[in-house]
């Protein structure tokens, strides 16, 4: 069974459709020379921050290299690298793609009208959901044939998820904060004190808000998802490589008798079992490759799909995927000989996935907005006490969402089934990326039309598919939730397994020591990040209230006046780049500490502690930021009688938007990230403590 | 030995010095006629509160008297009523002194200054003090006379802790949503939008907000700090009574074989084991006893300590009484026969207890607070960003502090240990809810003194003690939330002895899931009270908006026009009533759904995941409300350059209060008390599960 050899090569193929992808964004029409100065500067800005960015991430990654190297061995240190290469390349694709796009898709929608609008945001968002897809295959699929084969080295290929999630929580933080610093700071002296539109051409913040969401919502989730994609995969062969002989026979749907013997007093496997380990080793690959070949169909479908209501088209490129990898992967089970329960677990987690977003979808645009939209006509204060609650209120249901896929995970195939079913979850990544990163060009392409004053009906267009992507973003991030929450329980599965550990007892006090520590890690980080946004944000208001200051005419609009913007990009990428250092270092370095200096049981129930309250918090987090996001839009959009925009109901919901903003887009996202990246370091460091 | 006979007669002589007490304070001169008038409609409004919430809970504790008669035996269903008596005694009689303390603090302060209005406002607190004290003596000792003698029997004792439990949750989070649903509604109209200072007569929601502040902070938290003492009490002895032969050798300072023998197979203790159990058993009733002696001294201490500055006389009376303890505690253990190493897990306790204290008051009242009330220039947003960032931060030292108490006290006396060093914590009980309690009646006396039109001298005696009031509630939250935490964890020890797990293994999937529920309860729950206090506080602010418009003269200030201030007291009772159901049925049918359907290792998931999130929760919200609180006044006294009261900033300050308000007192304190009740829950269903 040759198979894993076709993927780096089907890896490679997905990656050079990427790139074509790029190629026919590029070479569509970038509309006048206003629009082309406008997205010049946000293309400049985002590949200038990108570049800082990995510069600061290469002296990280040579340090952990170099540990990695002497502490443990050269094969892991080589996978850690690799991750990491791919991980940033797919960042700077994305990016690349993702700012060329913005612009080409505000001169469809002013051209040619909504369908090629959504077209050309939906390839610019696919060029990322290809890279991630294709390069996860081709490291992981390169990283497999290496040490794949033997239950011995496999180990080696936790370096490369390591890698993945250590650029992941720098991206996401770095992103988070330069996003948001600029965000907060441009609505706060724009709207609230100026009382200038969103977008408006004559505050310096708005070229950084648009900066930001390219780095933060494109950059960061791309490295985000495909962390969780590769995590997810890698936690499986790990599960698969230390698996005990009754989880081998879980597998295959038979006895343990069958596929175990007695060797030197020890119970072994068989050839038969053998057999069986090898192909439960290769399922996560081979749904990976399926799921990248449905996701090629998915995102062609949109060639079709163009002309219907966006958000159904949209939702049926995603469906379109799906439907098909679950068929496929059904047979492809049978084909390898594993048990039907196998299918279930991944049913499981598929299922388990549109439905956290479902519910995500409930919380961040229905009801729950309401209340806080009404809740704003008594102001401000009320308007946070009742987000506040929809964000706690909003854990409870994706909770019991993921508790009965572990359950019926489980059940069918034992913790195996809690990997697998991460996997496939995940496995159509290309098409639900490309969906996550259609949301920051379709916003950009809104600030764009604003900027460049292409007027209402551009705009219109604009706004409605800014208005889907904020949909597909809230859906999407309940998604990068879900699955993470599950790729973490499987990667600390696979560290339980790896260390030799039979049980982490809740009963002994070192357990619950590192329970709480782990508990209390995503509070610090969140800590942390919304305090750097709260800064940054600071000074950014200082920044943007001296130029209207200081520059004569520019608040009144002076024909030939421009703010300086490069400035306040500044502002953003200084904060960014200072800030994400100690929640990235505090991440990779508390398992260790904690392993070492307290013990392996220690650190799993760290890591236990962390992926509760990790989850807990990004949820609420998420939620909650949408939901003050959509409830200032209700306003706006006058869903609420008696209230409108620049009222004081209005104000109200401003404020809570702002609060929400680090919150969504920050503190949150870091979360999935955090609990990953603690429970891959663990299974890197794993042999050391075994 | 028969030194438990004395704990209810030491408890009954506590309980007529808390008689006599109020009658001490109840002869006191009142002041004059306005003040008499302000005075009786708190104490009324309080009183008819507490008789209504008081009606409820009979259904309540009817219902569960029956189903645990029925379900399990007497002997429990008598000691969880007895539980519940006792603590809605302590609520009944705190109220009642700290609503005739009120006014005649304020009278004190205006005929006799800062000295004597001290006294008579640490002398109201010393009621509710000592009532929790004695009665919790009284009620454990009683319970433990009755079956504490033999360890089979010992378990029936644990109802009493369960009954105490529920009321806690009831009090706690009905007065929270009265209390905060009057404050936050009366500030937003009152400061914010009608611009009239706090505690203003014109103000509709004044009298309800002083009412709450003794429904809430008074009632509430007494109740709260009830269970801990008692909860830590009970969970020692069950730990005790459940111990293993290992356990007992450690506490005994000897090796197994000397405690153990061989009895059908069985290792069983021997005389000499025996007799350490029974010690064991004993110790924290006798440690308690001790603790009520000190708390005397402590409370008498204060006679000669009122002249001295307020804050440091309050510290010196805790001072007092917690050396007392700790010398006699040492001595106590060894007479008993103890290892000293118990001794070392009960200053471990109480020194983790002053320790949390301190950082609270690091995070409410320095360089954090400062923080806040710089990022207000900004605007009500970063103000709020900011807030949140603290109260996240705030909970990693704390949490560090509950680790190593928790490894110090297992390292000298295992698992008992744990409980041991809670009880430690706890067992001065009598002055830290004194000073507590004191805080609620200088805050009333400040109100009075404003609504009754006293002038600037009197308010400034009653504004400096209210500002140390402050303080020490912070403190004291910190220090309700650390032996929360203890007891907690102790509590969750002896469920696991009791249900006879000797792992909860965190590997497996079913723990796992009863990790994640327990961790989403308190997000669940904060949910819940904080959607009760928006709601009710949304109706409060439409109410005195209604009386300021259709009231003529009232805004003006028009002589003998007066708001109807029943109408406020009643929308924030009814709320609280009504709200208050939820929460508290929540909290004891998810142990016994869990424990039933998923099974007793799911349920030990489910209570770890609570404690770790519910402390972590209410250190977030506690602190983070206190800090907004402090930022507020921080600007109010000038701190703040270029700011002042009224100003941009102070508006968005002010915002920033009103969020934290039910976040630090109905919230967060709710957390802490659910922790416990789930797992006294447990422990009480735990013979069943075994």
New interface residues.
């Given amino acids: 069974m040759e198979l894993q050899m076709f993927a780096p090569i089907l890896g490679v193929i997905g990656f050079v459709i990427a790139i074509v992808l790029y190629h026919v964004v590029k070479a569509e029409p970038v509309g006048n020379e206003r629009m082309q100065e406008i997205g010049d500067d946000i293309y400049n800005g985002a590949m200038a921050f990108l570049a800082r960015e990995y510069r600061v991430l290469a002296i990280f990654i040579v340090i952990v290299f170099c540990l990695i190297a002497v502490g443990m061995n050269k094969e892991t240190a080589f996978a850690f690298l690799g991750g990491a290469l791919c991980s940033m390349t797919c960042g700077f694709i994305g990016m690349k793609a993702a700012t060329r796009a913005n612009v080409r898709t505000t001169e469809a929608a002013r051209a040619s009208g909504q369908a090629k609008a959504l077209e050309i945001s939906f390839n610019g968002g696919a060029v990322m959901g290809l890279a991630v897809a294709s390069l996860g295959l081709v490291g992981v699929g390169i990283a497999y044939i290496m040490f794949g084969g033997d239950p011995a080295t496999a180990k080696y290929i936790n370096g490369f998820a390591m890698g993945a999630s250590s650029i992941a929580l720098f991206a996401r933080v770095g992103g988070g904060i330069f996003t948001k610093a600029a965000d ?1 700071g441009s609505d ?1 002296v724009g709207k ?1 004190e100026a009382g200038i539109p969103e977008d408006d051409p004559r505050n310096p913040g708005v070229i950084a808000d648009n900066v930001g969401d390219c780095v933060g919502d494109t950059a960061g989730m791309g490295a985000d998802i495909f962390e969780s994609y590769v995590g997810s995969i890698i936690a499986t062969i790990a599960i698969s490589a230390a698996a005990s002989t009754s989880l081998i026979a879980t597998l295959g749907g038979v006895d343990v008798a069958s596929v175990s013997t007695f060797a030197g007093g020890k119970e072994v496997l068989n050839d038969a079992g053998i057999a069986i380990q090898s192909a439960a080793m290769l399922l996560p690959l081979g749904l990976a490759m399926i799921g990248l070949v449905f996701s090629f169909i998915g995102i062609g479908s949109m060639k079709v799909l163009k002309t219907m209501d966006p958000g159904k088209a949209l939702h049926c490129t995603t469906f379109v995927a799906a439907g098909g990898f679950l068929i496929a992967a059904f047979f492809f089970i049978g084909y390898l000989g594993l048990s039907t329960g196998v299918f279930w677990a991944i049913l499981a987690g598929t299922l388990a996935g549109i439905a956290i977003g479902q519910v995500t979808e409930y919380y961040t645009a229905h009801a729950p907005v309401l209340r806080i939209a009404e ?1 704003s006509k ?5 308007n ?3 987000g ?6 909003s ?2 249901i994706p ?2 969402i ?2 009965v896929s ?2 019926v995970a ?1 059940q069918f195939a034992g ?1 195996y089934g ?1 990997g697998i079913a991460a996997v496939g979850m995940l496995a159509t990544v290309g098409v639900t990326m490309t969906v996550d990163a259609y949301g920051p060009i379709a916003d950009n392409a809104g600030g764009i039309s604003e900027m460049a004053g292409l007027g209402k009906e551009v705009r219109e267009i604009t706004d409605g598919l800014d208005a889907i992507g904020s949909t597909t973003a809230a859906i999407g991030k309940g998604f990068a939730i879900g699955s993470a929450a599950l790729t973490a ?1 499987a990667l600390f ?1 696979a560290y ?1 397994t790896t260390v030799g ?7 002994e ?5 590192g ?3 782990g ?2 890690l995503p ?2 980080i ?3 990040t ?2 750097s ?2 800064r940054a ?2 000074k950014m ?2 920044e943007i209230r001296r130029q209207f200051r200081e520059i004569p005419g520019l608040l009144e609009g002076k024909e030939g006046v421009k703010p300086d913007s490069q400035k306040c990009i500044d502002i953003s990428a200084q904060a960014a780049l200072r800030e994400m250092i100690l929640p990235g270092v505090v991440a990779v370095a508390a398992p260790v500490l904690v392993g070492f200096v307290l013990g392996k049981e220690s650190l ?2 760290m890591l ?2 962390a992926t ?2 990790g ?2 918090l990004a949820l ?1 987090m998420s939620n909650g930021g949408g939901a003050w996001d959509n409830a200032k839009k209700y306003i706006e959009q006058g869903k609420i009688e008696g209230e409108e925009k620049g009222g004081a109901a209005h104000e109200a919901a401003v ?1 809570g938007d ?2 929400g903003d ?1 919150f969504k887009d920050t503190s949150g996202p870091a979360m999935n990230i955090l609990i990953k990246l603690m429970s891959v370091v663990a299974l890197v460091i794993a042999p050391l403590l075994a």
Same sequence: chains 1, 2.
Avoid: Q, W
């Avoid at 006090?509 to 020591?513: A, E, L, N, S």
């Fill in positions: 907060v706060l609230l809740a008594t102001g401000a204060a009320t946070i006490i009742h506040l609650a929809v964000g706690l209120e854990t409870a909770i019991m993921i508790c572990i359950f489980n913790l809690i329980l599965s339980a550990l039979k049980t982490i007892n809740l009963i006090p070192k357990v619950v020591i329970l709480f520590i508990g209390a509070f610090f969140g800590a942390l919304m305090t946004v709260g944000a600071g208001v200082d799993g129930g236990a502690g509760v309250c989850v807990l609420m404020i702002t609060v680090p």
